[in-house]
């Protein structure tokens, strides 16, 4: 029997509030009490499995990363001790009774202690992979325990494990006390089933191993209405036992697929799949289409849209996916990159191409290309679908889509500092019922991680000026945060306690009236307001900065003007190579490196050779970039994120540069980045970057909101305007989201729904 003494119950009630826990925890100490004054003393011929068993306590015990008597895996005292309990006195209490169940004999004693040690074993194992909970592990005894009953009765435990979460029941069928039990075929037919519902992604992967199964037909049928795209593969591999199956499904969607998968055309039907099969679209009705990218385009619109007024009833079509898919595709090849392509045209010309489209068309060119866009052809097709509106409201042109995506629309209309505009253009109780539902629903997301519409808000935040809006979306997000900590919603008290944070705190920094919020400490990350000069520095006390030249004409011209800021010999020495240069301070307080390629010639990727070769050598030498500085256009931009190195500073010189603040984050977590919501201007750039060099060699640190004043004070007039598209750290909202986040659901605390018997 595994030791208890003082492992289970701390010495001392710390408040009134355990009180009633901590007397039935001395009701149950001195039962067990009471037991062990006839402590267990099992026959000798079974002594080895009674070790093997408290071994296997201890190993459970020690999960947490400590070999003592006492599991301590959550914040909660209460709820670890309860686990303690379940470990140690259940367990024995459970030894003892088998030991002296005179009904047993003694092979099924030994089979009965073997399979509650290779239980044990199993599920310290996956929690440390971290494959399971603790709080499955009561539900886990108390199903072994059933199944002990089952066993002695010959019967199946396929009744036991049907209800049971996939993690719990493969332990359980997996165990050796139940090895011999009939219907061991349906126990794993019922474990693949639970697999594949909790991972339906897996589905077609496990039928290609194995199709023979008699529900094979309705995971193919599920699987085409939840992965089409996947289904296809398999459905061209028409010589694999699966492809057969595919293609011989009595579902006539199923059979449809499987005649498009081998059509050389059939990817340009997919996205109408659901009319084709009810036959309110035909493949002739399609092919119309087909010769005229216009049209075909327009017919993606127009089923989207009647996609989304079907779902606004609860009316969900068969496949989704691969129509919205195909509509960024459609409106990135025929029209984003073409506009996007002529930012160096007239108007006329540029935006010639998009004359023809009306309202919805143009609204699925912004929603599906936020990544692609860049900021000027936003802004014109913005103003252009409001010259086409009839009836001048803004709330008419969601309707005219059936609010299809309007969060995103919602979330790039304040990226480029049109929110305000949007809003003001409808009536008060619309923009309410807006903004309500737009800080709704925001914790669910596909997965733990997925936090997108939440990081959206955190942005949207920071760019609303009209202060009711904000304070109704504050008070929404208040009351959901009560709502989600009512119904421990953890990942719902997560995402509202950090936006109500960092919402209050953004207020306090327009209103001085209001309190200061730490966001720092309530959010648990760095310091959000300044940096540290010695948090630059490298292990030899130097601060590294890297800049990132394209080798157009503006390129060009931008690193001319570099070497010429930097010409003062007596200040800076320069090492020059044909493909990069390294300026370094002399008799600074500070020794700061700044490194940049040359611009060279990007017909023939010379300048992206030349970023390579200098990276290589600097990290041959021992230099690691604290500060990164992004110089070229926005369709640069993603060529700079692809390389970018970790760093504590990055400035983003280009225009739109801040909707990619997710991105940079993948690769620096923790950095304080500067970027502009619209233009990006070489002026505001260059004094961006030379207040940074101008403070830091001296030894200073940065404080973000003095830089703000600062900076303004060193652009020319023509330029204030410009330099209020900026964002600074601080004012990063998003970003501050993405990382506190990170912080917090990383945090051990008892996970949702967490119970014990």
């Not at 399979?115 to 108390?142: C, I």
């Not at 990159?337 to 699925?364: C, M, S, T, W």
């Not at 505009?421 to 997925?450: H, P, W």
Request: aromatic share 10%; with cysteine.
């Amino acid at each position: 029997m595994v030791s208890r003494e003082a492992t289970i119950f701390t010495p001392e009630m710390k408040n009134v509030k355990r009180y009633s826990y901590w007397l039935l925890c001395m009701l149950l100490w001195s039962r067990v009490g009471l037991a062990q004054l006839n402590e267990l003393t099992p026959d000798l011929s079974r002594s080895l499995f009674h070790n093997r068993l408290d071994k296997a306590q201890q190993d459970l015990l020690a999960t947490d990363g400590k070999a003592d008597n006492v599991l301590a895996v959550y914040n909660d005292e209460d709820i670890n001790q309860q686990l303690t309990y379940l470990v140690l006195n259940r367990i024995d209490d459970w030894q003892k009774k088998v030991e002296r169940n005179p009904k047993l004999d003694h092979n099924k004693k030994l089979t009965w202690l073997r399979g509650m040690t290779e239980l044990l074993y199993a599920f310290g194992a996956e929690v440390r992979r971290k494959q399971v909970d603790w709080s499955s592990f009561s539900m886990l005894l108390g199903g072994f325990e059933d199944g002990l009953q089952l066993a002695e009765a010959n019967q199946t435990i396929l009744p036991l494990i049907r209800p049971m979460p996939y993690d719990v029941a493969r332990l359980l069928a997996g165990n050796f006390a139940f090895k011999d039990l009939p219907g061991a075929e349906a126990v794993q037919e019922s474990l693949l089933l639970k697999y594949l519902h909790e991972n339906p992604a897996q589905t077609m992967r496990r039928l290609a191993e194995n199709c023979r199964y008699p529900f094979t037909d309705s995971l193919i049928s599920a699987s085409a209405r939840r992965r089409p795209e996947e289904l296809v593969r398999y459905a061209q591999a028409r010589q694999t036992e699966l492809g057969q199956r595919i293609a011989a499904s009595p579902d006539p969607l199923v059979k449809m697929m499987a005649q498009l998968a081998n059509d050389n055309r059939g990817q340009l039907y997919f996205p109408f799949l659901d009319q084709l099969a009810s036959g309110t679209l035909t493949r002739q009705d399609i092919e119309a289409t087909l010769k005229d990218t216009t049209a075909y385009y327009r017919l993606l619109v127009k089923t989207q849209v009647s996609y989304a007024g079907r779902m606004a009833k609860g009316d969900t079509p068969v496949v989704t996916r691969p129509l919205i898919d195909m509509l960024h595709v459609k409106g990135l090849e025929t029209y984003v990159n073409v506009i996007n392509g002529l930012h160096d045209a007239p108007a006329p010309i540029r935006f010639r191409k998009i004359q023809g489209l009306n309202i919805q068309e143009l609204y699925y060119l912004i929603v599906l290309n936020e990544a692609e866009i860049y900021t000027s052809s936003y802004m014109y097709v913005y103003k252009r679908m409001f010259e086409l509106m009839p009836v001048k409201s803004s709330d008419s042109l969601l309707q005219l889509v059936n609010y299809d995506r309007y969060k995103k629309f919602l979330t790039m209309a304040a990226n480029y500092n049109t929110l305000n505009d949007f809003l003001a253009s409808m009536s008060k109780e619309q923009a309410t019922a807006l903004m309500t539902n737009y800080v709704s629903n925001l914790d669910k997301g596909s997965s733990r991680d997925d936090i997108e519409d939440a990081v959206d808000v955190a942005n949207a935040y920071a760019s609303i000026t009209q202060p009711d809006i904000r304070a109704l979306m504050l008070r929404r997000v208040k009351e959901n945060l009560a709502h989600a900590q009512f119904t421990n919603n953890r990942k719902g008290s997560i995402i509202y306690r950090l936006e109500k944070v960092i919402m209050e705190s953004s207020d306090a920094e327009l209103d001085s009236t209001l309190a200061r919020v730490n966001v720092s400490d309530s959010l648990g990350i760095p310091p959000v307001y300044e940096i540290k000069n010695d948090q630059l520095r490298d292990s030899q006390g130097r601060i590294v900065l890297q800049m990132y030249f394209y080798g157009d004409a503006g390129g060009k011209g931008t690193f001319a003007h570099l070497l010429r800021l930097y010409a003062d010999r007596t200040k800076w020495a320069v090492k020059a190579t044909p493909q990069w240069v390294q300026i370094s301070s002399i008799g600074a307080p500070v020794p700061f490196v700044l490194f940049a390629n040359r611009a060279l010639d990007e017909e023939n990727d010379e300048d992206e050779k030349a970023t390579l070769a200098m990276m290589d050598w600097m990290k041959a030498n021992g230099f690691a970039p604290s500060i990164s500085v992004h110089r070229g256009h926005s369709y640069y931009l993603p060529y700079t994120i692809q390389k970018l190195l970790p760093s504590k500073v990055v400035v983003l010189g280009s225009c739109g540069a801040y909707h990619n603040l997710a991105d940079v984050l993948k690769t620096s977590p923790d950095a304080y980045i500067i970027s502009s919501k619209q233009v990006g201007y070489g002026e505001i750039n260059v004094a961006l970057f030379s207040y940074l060099v101008d403070r830091l060699k001296q030894g200073q640190d940065v404080k973000w909101p003095a830089m703000m004043t600062e900076v303004s004070r060193r652009i020319s007039a023509e330029k204030k305007e410009g330099y209020d598209d900026y964002v600074f750290p601080h004012q990063n909202l998003g970003a501050l989201f993405i990382k506190a986040y990170k912080i917090a659901s990383t945090k051990d605390a008892p996970p949702e729904g967490f119970t014990l018997k």
